[in-house]
């Protein structure tokens, strides 16, 4: 029976169907088979679990965290950060590119989305680093590159999806992202230093005094999103999920009464964006939940921890080998599919081997925002090509010195947990 519901479910994907109609196909085609056996399922199965799916409170995180990043973005606060950052990186070599970084890191306390930033910071950099003499591909590179931090440093869409998978707690998977976020655009900034030496680039001015305290005050309030949201949650003052209310509340005072940049009439396509891009997240957890029920019924997980400690008990081993299929499997899957198909098969066998699993989820997630650069299915790629003009596989290759930096730090997090868990237990104890 199991082999039933992947076949039906790879062809169904190999047809061109998306995910969650895959999977939904699948798994009804998989309870019609079950009538004919001893033990039929009811096919009422299938409301009770998609219900079951989407029946979480931390997942009203997702659309409210949206919600809050195109706020900000649509609300003038994208061109004050990137100001704020100019007057801080620009003089290092590498000039804007070093600001794109920078910009990212911000932005990603704000949106929690990679590709949000990538669209939003790629629109304002990009065309400014090609005028500087950066060429297309590489101004593309950098910013889609850079918006990978996104899903890592919180708030993060990611880590709220996958806490209410496998019922980690997403505060702490909020904190464990704070340092590895950090050490990747440190990584992606020397990088960009290493090729401004190589490549001759041009290198921004440093800022006057009086520049620089007009970009400290303009960037001020956009600066305060990222301090209240983590702020609240960290000191437990809200959950993450109150958190993101928080953070809609104060996108919407700066973008409409302080800033005045969204006009009331843009709310309805701002709600109306963030509506579509919620259900179809929402949508696919739902049917996961069908999909993930059917295969713990069927003792999926138990089959692949046997299978996987006939290779091998020792988690540094399980952990390689997780890392190879995931970032495999990032050519061909966009982030949240892959997440929702690998991460209830992958958790309870790493919690057998005694791994942990906020270290285990940030591990994943790193690996995930790995794939959205690697060809063929690179959200990132796509997004900044489109922008720059410049071939999407001409991107692809400008992003290679990136992915294999961001291999590195991958690397590192995944055999020195405590660069994942310090500030956790700091918070959390």
Known sequence: MLTLLFAVFIVLLALGLDLFSAMGLASFIYLLAAQSGSMPLPLTLIPQQLMAGVDSFPLLAVPMFLLAGELMTRGGVTNRLVAFAGVLVGHVRGGLAQVSIVTNVIMAGMSGSAVADAASTGAVLIPGMIKRGYTPAYAAAVIASAATIGPIIPPSLMFVVLGSMVSVSVGQLFAAGILPGLIMALAMMLVVYR???????????????????????????????????????????????????????????????????????????????????????????????????????????????????????????????????????????EPIPIMILTVPILFPVANQLGINSVHFGVVIVLNLMIGSLTPPIGINIFVTSAISKAPVMAVARACMGFIWILIIVLALITYFPQLVLWIPQMLYQ
């Open 195 to 333: 090729d401004a030496i190589k490549q001759n680039m041009p290198v921004e001015a440093r800022a006057t005094l009086p520049e620089f305290w007009k970009a400290i005050r303009e960037a001020a309030l956009p600066l305060g999103m990222p301090v209240v949201v983590l702020g609240t949650i960290l000191t437990g003052f809200a959950t993450p999920t109150e958190a993101s209310v928080i953070a809609v509340v104060y996108g919407f005072i700066l973008g409409v009464i302080i800033y005045r940049e969204i006009k009331w009439g843009d709310l309805i396509e701002i709600f109306a964006t963030v509506a579509m891009t919620s259900a179809a997240v929402m949508v696919t957890v739902a049917v996961s939940q069908l999909f993930g029920w059917i295969t713990t019924a069927e003792g999926l997980g138990k089959l692949l921890g046997a299978w996987l400690t006939t290779i091998t008990n020792e988690p540094w081993v399980f952990l390689l080998i997780v890392n190879i299929v995931v970032l495999i499997l990032g050519m061909f899957m």
